[in-house]
T-cell receptor, first 117, second 112 residues
Framework: AQKITQTQPGMFVQEKEAVTLDCTYD???????LFWYKQPSSGEMIFLIY??????QNATEGRYSLNFQKARKSANLVISASQLGDSAMYFC??????????????FGTGTRLTIIP | DAGVTQSPTHLIKTRGQQVTLRCSPK?????VSWYQQALGQGPQFIFQ???????QRGNFPDRFSGHQFPNYSSELNVNALLLGDSALYLC???????????FGPGTRLTVT
């Protein structure tokens, strides 16, 4: 079974500062993928970044980077130069990649990020 | 390029009634997944449809059923509604070999 743990229910960060959102995971799968999604108050889940378990480099997408530490089973999201529009719920998720057709995403409980002007 | 669309946006039903939610996937996507997100929680996987068949199912009772049409759009049906079914229902679409799933805006269901 897969499990995602996000231990920060809420965070307040000053605009233009960098922020790290924590995510730890547990799985017995040999091959897996890790995702971060942003959910504004409108409700839509917006895909931010993906990291495969066998990827040697940490993933980056614009201001987003994923700090992947496989031995520690952590996949923290780093947002550089935060903006007011970054205020939202952030969810870490994972899926098994070793079985074709197994696309189920397992989500954590999320972190509410608030950017302060 | 249209993203994932869902209808209706909001819905209010009474306990015991039945409801149907609809989803159109992103252009080029052939797989649709449904998730239930209770207030203050992360989304929980309900099931996934591929080639008009249910390919994978989460831990949800048989009251939750679905369908996928030849154009890849999908419906989620919930029978005998309970108060605990009140949630945001999210549809996500994807295609292999890409890994990410793209979500729609959701349908907020309230059961009174």
């Amino acid at each position: 079974a897969q499990k995602i743990t996000q231990t920060q229910p809420g965070m307040f960060v000053q605009e233009k500062e960098a922020v790290t959102l924590d995510c730890t995971y547990d799985t017995s799968d040999q091959s897996y993928g890790l995702f971060w999604y942003k959910q504004p108050s409108s409700g839509e889940m917006i895909f931010l970044i993906y990291q495969g378990s066998y990827d040697e480099q940490n993933a980056t997408e614009g201001r987003y980077s994923l700090n992947f530490q496989k031995a520690r089973k952590s996949a923290n999201l780093v947002i550089s130069a935060s903006q007011l529009g970054d205020s939202a719920m952030y969810f870490c998720a994972m899926r098994d990649l070793s079985n074709f057709g197994n696309e189920k995403l397992t989500f954590g409980t999320g972190t509410r990020l608030t950017i302060i002007p | 390029d249209a993203g994932v669309t869902q209808s209706p946006t909001h819905l209010i039903k009474t306990r015991g009634q039945q409801v149907t939610l609809r989803c159109s996937p992103k252009s080029g996507h052939d797989t649709v997944s449904w998730y239930q997100q209770a207030l203050g929680q992360g989304p929980q996987f309900i099931f996934q449809y591929y080639e008009e068949e249910e390919r994978q199912r989460g831990n949800f009772p048989d009251r939750f059923s679905g369908h996928q049409f030849p154009n890849y759009s999908s419906e989620l049906n919930v029978n005998a509604l309970l108060l605990g079914d009140s949630a945001l229902y999210l549809c996500a679409s994807s295609y292999e070999p890409a890994y990410e799933q793209y979500f729609g805006p959701g349908t907020r269901l309230t059961v009174t």
